[in-house]
């Protein structure tokens, strides 16, 4: 199953995120999608699942949502601290319930294995900022585990 991620489009969807997500099997935007017409935009590639951020308001999303990748199961949420994720979380980890977290916010790319889940951050990917790298991820889940990829959109003009 191959999945892509976004977060942090606050209203602008980059064309080449069309490009780099066709043919994937589902979409996950992880929060300040900004424009529920971004969202529509994506449906048209394959089925999303989003949640709210911090600058979403009055967006009829939802703050955390579950999903599911082949055998493993994740959590999405805007603002999540890879290094202290809350006990909670961690209960819900810990018992399995949980194998992966998809994160935004930061606007920073990441990747990592914590508390024995994945948490990942696809990065930003909304308008040309000067210093702001725009990225995406995607994510691949088969029966030999998952792997990430995060794609860098580059400058449009």
Known sequence: ?????LSDTHGFLDPRVLEWF???????????VGRLSVLAEL???????????NNDWGMPLRET?????????????????PQRPGDALLEEIARGE???VVFGHTHRP???????????????CGRP???QPRTVALLTVGPE????????LGDPW
Do not use: S
Request: with cysteine; charged share 20%.
């Open 1 to 5: 199953m191959r999945i892509g991620i």
């Open 22 to 32: 066709a043919g994937v099997d589902a979409i996950w935007h992880a929060g300040d």
């Open 43 to 53: 449906e048209r590639l394959a089925p999303v699942t989003a949640v709210l951020g």
């Open 65 to 81: 949502e579950r999903v599911a990748a082949g055998e493993m199961k994740f959590l999405l949420r805007h603002i999540v601290d």
């Open 98 to 100: 949980i194998q992966g």
């Open 110 to 124: 990441y990747w990592n294995w914590h508390h024995g889940a994945l948490f990942l951050n696809p990065g930003y």
């Open 129 to 131: 900022r000067a210093g």
């Open 145 to 152: 585990g998952c792997r990430v990829e995060h794609v860098g």
